[in-house]
């Protein structure tokens, strides 16, 4: 399957943006997904994730002002970020696994799939 994300650009510190993630291939229900950011120079940080029923789970450092969603009608996976900060800025990857099961969401090495990401840059 390849994932498709989109919705990045360029806001500025306070403001918001949606990512989506589409799947190309297979509905993204069949998935558990996540999001995944990484700054210049720092190593991929988890950000948020949402289970096939619909459960989700964020990262400490967004907290209170990101929503990961599904919209069954068009068959994607939404970020929904506010409160935008400088630090903030990262290529966004979106990344799906498909095998049932328990696991750690916030690890990368727990997807089977990932996205080419989509580059936010929060200007302050």
């Known amino acids: 399957v390849q994932l498709q994300a989109s919705g990045g650009g360029l806001v500025q510190a306070g403001g918001s943006l949606r990512l989506s993630c589409a799947a190309e291939?297979?509905?993204?229900?069949?998935?558990?997904m996540g999001w995944f950011r990484q700054a210049p120079g720092k190593e991929r940080e988890y950000v948020a994730a949402?289970?096939?029923?619909?459960?989700?789970y964020y990262a400490d450092s967004v907290k209170g002002r990101t929503t990961i969603s599904r919209d069954n009608a068009k068959d994607t996976v939404n970020l929904q970020m506010h409160s935008l900060k400088p630090e903030d800025t990262a290529v966004y990857y979106c990344?799906?696994?498909?095998?049932?099961?328990?696991?750690?969401?916030?690890?990368?090495?727990?997807?089977?799939?990932w996205g080419q990401g989509t580059q936010v840059t929060v200007s302050s």
């Open positions: 291939g297979r509905t993204v229900s069949s998935y558990f």
């Open positions: 949402v289970s096939w029923t619909g459960g989700t």
């Open positions: 990344a799906a696994r498909f095998s049932r099961g328990q696991f750690d969401p916030s690890t990368p090495e727990g997807y089977d799939y």
